[in-house]
């Protein structure tokens, strides 16, 4: 299994990114994905989640009207598209899937919004 994420960067407060992350390794269209990211000195959080057919998607309060999450199970990845962002969504951001009882993470991307 592998993940891989790209799309992180340094944008101003109320700018837009978007996410992606390229899955391999597993049959991609069967499993929910998830998006966690991590500031620095805080705990892991879950930041959105996406079945594995994308009718269903949640988030965290945090987060919630401002990212989506979505899918292209053609192309094997998982996206998250971030509005509004604001200086507290900075974060190193990763992708997860739970494969056969373990959990599977990318390398992560950094996302800094910042003035």
């Known amino acids: 299994v592998q993940l891989v994420e790209s799309g992180g960067g340094l944008v101003q407060p109320g700018g837009s990114l978007r996410l992606s992350c390229a899955a391999s390794?597993?049959?991609?269209?069967?499993?929910?994905m998830n998006w966690y990211r991590q500031a620095p000195g805080k705990e892991r959080e879950l930041v959105a989640r996406?079945?594995?057919?994308?009718?269903?998607?949640n988030y965290a309060d945090s987060v919630k009207g401002r990212f989506t999450i979505f899918r292209d199970n053609s192309k094997n990845t998982v996206y998250l598209q971030m509005n509004s962002l604001k200086p507290e969504d900075t974060a190193v951001y990763s992708c997860?899937?739970?494969?056969?009882?373990?959990?599977?993470w990318g390398q992560g991307t950094q996302v800094t919004v910042s003035s």
């Open positions: 390794g597993f049959t991609f269209s069967r499993y929910a």
């Open positions: 997860n899937v739970r494969y056969r009882a373990y959990d599977y």
């Open positions: 996406i079945t594995s057919t994308g009718v269903i998607t």
